[in-house]
């Protein structure tokens, strides 16, 4: 990772640039080492908590809440981070209102262009949790990690061989890329689990299968061909009670047959008996089946006939009632609507007469509100203050003086906020110091009396400089209450003044108008021609809303008399229809006549005149009596007799011969055949399911004798696979493949932090790993060598020490991690140079610079105010503190 560049606003001691810009640090690709330097309270920290809190969204506070970051009087904050990551450019920024909720946005460059890099907003606003991942999976570091490897922060420079194993570890798999590693260990320790439990329970289902020997299937084969045999004998017998079944059901229906033939014979030999009288009813029959149909039709007609010409003459009567009420009601209709087209003209006319007077009126009532409104304005006019100029000058002079007021109390207390909370620091510092160690302030050990006397002192100046953080809060909120009230009085006075400049353009711009269209601006004259017009307009809506009445009423007449007219046509049209359909009916009614007439012979027409409607029912109930009697079929078979008995005579022989051929044993009842073939069913079916139970129990044990054998050798590669998932799962747990990862990056950055820690010590210092510790458990356990002398723990050597050995590690890491898969590259030292006398701050900025020029690390970032060290660098940031807060600016020497 290769910072780029920080943009702050209103972040902290920040403020803003003038155009409402952040204020910016750049570090140019050319210079890889750069320093910020400028007063204590100056905000230099605060650059890299914008690092922190826009890659983390934490900072050296912890997760304090976000409104807490914004500068004070400001509305918001604004942090932006750009840096290059495996070749490839990305912006990280977060924006808080002081009311309301942090907005987050993600990016990197493609092609030159900013795009985002999740979600479809074009302008890359993620949510929080969106940076927090794309973070972790991108640069393998979460916040602790981060800041005990690539950013030394103040007064925790040692952080990283002070931090617990796990936040060391944390340090190096995130910088070599450990999750993969890590997760294909975890995929081997799932697989060789499920291997295991595979395995166990195949083993399970192998011992649930019984065991199977050679002389149980002989057994069970020896049953099938036994049980076979009696299967075969059953089924012989069912095959004979099929067959008596078939013989049965022919017997019975031969001599049920031959019983049908002997009663046809002697039904046949009734009927020659009685064929003369069959003969006589079949002719009557057949008479009257023609006749009557015709008969009742015929005296139906001449009802209806009779009817059809008393409904006929009805109707006629109806028409001609009719005709006379619709003449006069079309009388009736012309003259209404005479009558309603009048009164519609008259109301139309008075309609257009009001009109015209209404616009006149409302163009009247405009210049009546002209002219009133005229002279109101004079009025508010003569009630303005003749010396407003005067006072709204005098109030603007008196803002700009609060404001200047407000500004310098803001910086003294800003002031006395800084000098407060480094002095906190210190107290929290020293309060750490135990008896016996060396005092960081006189380097003298410290003593009970030494350590009582500092604590008071602390505590004394933090006394003194709350009580001037306290009063400098109240003469700024005091300043800030007179800017405030000055303010509401200049603005008072300048809303008078632009209220009377108003009232004069308004003025002006009506007086204009109406001298433009020549109307007087004498209101009474005005009203006087208003109400003239107003009585004319009156009688002419008067007039017209009496037309309008008559018109509504004449309307309402003329729509009653056309329903009426309306209802009369459709009553004339009905009668005539009817008419019409009684004639057309009467008509069809004597045609039919006609031609059933036509329809009986000549015999029924004779007779015609003697028949009447009883008569006609008489016959009807004899033809009915002759169908009951089955006439038609009696004379059929009495005409077919004589060819049929020959055929039911040679049929009766030909049965006799079956019955014959039908074996003595099967002429019995089909139902007592079925009852033995049921019997013999039973049996076969009993054999078979022995054969089948037999059968089955040898398809059983031949099955589990396979399935025990298959069983038994699947066990034995599923054991052999898990043995070899349980070999590899502990060849790539974290005693294996990654222990060896750890150990080689331990060796690697110990390396590169001697060669650097040589340099800055004069060859006084050197790393170790801390051999006493076990190998699987220790990471990062350092001790540090003096000259020939023995091995000591890093927390036992002095301030300055301990400084130079963080340093160190912090280098060698950023050049152990330029080359792995995600590349830091760069390194931010954030103070502590202090710690160091004049020759180790010379050995350090020379290290630097060796560094920088063998293209170590791609960018170093220093952050001192001592004048001295600063001076060794050529490229840096003055951070100055100004009314509107901290800003920054460039140097290059």
Not at 219 to 225: I, L, N
Not at 247 to 260: H, P, S, T
Not at 347 to 371: D, M, N, P, V, W
Not at 397 to 409: I, P
């Amino acid at each position: 990772m290769i910072p780029k560049r920080i943009a702050v606003k209103n972040f902290l001691a920040f403020g803003e640039m003038p155009g409402n810009k952040p204020v910016e640090f750049v570090f140019s690709d050319g210079e890889p080492l750069w320093v910020l330097c400028g007063a204590n309270g100056t905000g230099k920290s605060a650059v890299f908590d914008a690092i922190t809190y826009a890659l983390y969204g934490e900072h050296r506070g912890g997760k304090i809440k976000a409104e807490q970051l914004i500068r004070h009087n400001a509305n918001g904050f604004e942090v932006t981070f750009e840096f290059e990551f495996n070749r490839v450019d990305y912006r990280v920024s977060r924006t808080r209102p002081r009311k309301g909720r942090t907005t987050q946005h993600l990016l990197k460059q493609t092609n030159g262009e900013w795009k985002c890099i999740r979600g479809n907003d074009p302008a890359g606003q993620v949510d929080a949790a969106d940076i927090k991942e794309w973070v972790s999976d991108t640069l393998g570091l979460g916040y602790d990690a981060f800041t005990n490897s690539v950013l030394l922060q103040q007064g925790k420079a040692d952080k990283l061989f002070t931090a617990s194993r796990d936040e060391r570890i944390e340090v190096l798999k995130g910088i070599i890329g450990f999750e993969q590693f890590e997760a294909l260990s975890d995929r081997v320790g799932v697989a060789a689990k499920e291997r295991a439990r595979n395995a166990d329970g195949l083993l399970t289902q192998r011992d649930a299968i019984p065991s199977v020997s050679d002389d149980d299937l002989k057994s069970a084969e020896t049953a099938v061909q036994e049980t076979q045999s009696a299967v075969s004998a059953a089924q012989g017998t069912l095959a004979k009670a099929n067959e008596r079944v078939t013989q049965a059901r022919q017997w019975e229906k031969a001599e049920g047959e031959l019983k049908e033939l002997t009663d046809k014979i002697a039904a046949a030999d009734e009927r020659q008996r009685q064929g003369r009288k069959i003969r006589a009813d079949k002719q009557a029959l057949d008479s009257l089946t023609v006749a009557v149909p015709v008969l009742e039709k015929l005296f139906k007609l001449r009802d209806t006939i009779t009817q059809l010409k008393r409904e006929s003459k009805k109707a006629t009567d109806t028409v001609e009632t009719k005709i006379v009420e619709r003449e006069a009601a079309q009388k009736a209709v012309e003259t209404a609507r005479e009558k309603t087209q009048l009164h519609k003209d008259e109301g139309e006319k008075h309609a257009t007469i009001a009109k015209g007077l209404a616009s006149e009126i409302k163009q009247g009532e405009a210049f009546l509100a002209e002219a009133d409104a005229i002279a109101g304005l004079a009025a508010k006019l003569e009630t303005c203050d003749e010396n407003l100029d005067a006072l709204l000058s005098q109030a603007t002079s008196q803002e700009e003086e609060a404001e200047t007021a407000l500004q310098t109390a803001n910086a003294d207390a800003t002031r006395t906020e800084t000098l407060l909370s480094e002095a906190a620091k210190q107290q929290t510092r020293f309060a750490g110091v135990k008896v016996g160690v060396e005092c960081p302030h006189c380097r003298q050990p410290v003593d009970e009396t030494h350590a009582t006397k500092f604590r008071a002192d602390f505590a004394e100046a933090i006394k003194l400089l709350q009580g001037e953080r306290d009063a400098a809060n109240t003469a700024a909120n005091s300043a800030n209450e007179q800017l405030m009230a000055v303010r509401m009085i200049r603005a008072r006075l300048q809303l008078q003044k632009n209220e009377r400049e108003k009232l004069i353009a308004e003025r002006n711009t009506r007086q204009s108008s109406l001298n433009k269209l020549g109307v007087t601006a004498d209101a009474a004259e005005l009203r006087t021609q208003l109400k003239a017009k107003e009585q004319q307009k009156l009688e002419a809506t008067t007039r017209q809303v009496a037309e309008t009445q008559q018109h509504k009423t004449a309307t309402a007449d003329l729509s009653r008399i056309e329903i009426q007219h309306k209802k009369l046509d459709a009553e004339l049209k009905a009668a005539e229809g009817a008419k019409t359909k009684h004639d057309n009916a009467l008509a069809t009614a004597s045609g039919q006549e006609q031609t059933t007439l036509a329809q009986l012979t000549q015999e029924w027409n004779d007779r015609l005149p003697q028949i009447d409607g009883v008569k006609v029912e008489a016959f009807a109930a004899e033809r009915d009596r002759l169908l009951a009697e089955n006439v038609t079929e009696k004379f059929k078979e009495l005409e077919q007799d004589e060819t049929r008995r020959v055929e039911w005579e040679k049929r009766r022989d030909n049965v006799h011969a079956e019955i014959a051929a039908i074996d003595e044993a099967d002429r019995l009842p089909e139902v007592k055949a079925k009852e033995q073939q049921a019997q013999a069913d039973k049996a076969a079916k009993e054999k078979q399911n022995t054969h089948t139970v037999a059968v089955n129990r040898h398809t059983e044990l031949s099955n589990g004798k396979l399935q025990r054998e298959t069983l038994t050798l699947h066990h034995r590669d599923a054991a052999e696979r898990q043995r070899l998932h349980a070999k590899l799962d502990k060849l790539l747990g974290d005693a294996g493949l990654q222990l060896e990862l750890v150990r080689d990056a331990e060796e690697q950055i110990i390396a590169f932090a001697n060669e650097t820690l040589q340099h800055l010590s004069d060859g006084d210092l050197s790393l170790e790993e801390d051999t006493a510790q076990d190998a699987s458990t220790k990471t990062f356990d350092l001790r540090a060598r003096r000259g020939g002398g023995e091995p000591i723990g890093v927390a036992f050597l002095s301030g300055s020490q301990r400084f130079r050995v963080a340093v160190s590690i912090a280098l060698a890491v950023g050049r152990f991690a330029s080359g792995r898969s995600r590349p830091l590259e760069a390194v931010i030292i954030d103070e502590g140079f202090g710690s160091l006398d004049p020759q180790g701050l010379q050995a350090m900025a020379t290290e630097l610079k060796r560094l920088q020029q063998a293209k170590s690390l791609q960018r170093v970032i220093l952050v001192s105010h001592q004048p001295d060290f600063i001076e060794q660098f050529s490229v840096g940031y003055t951070l100055t503190v100004g009314e509107n807060g901290t800003t920054a600016t460039a140097f290059r020497r």
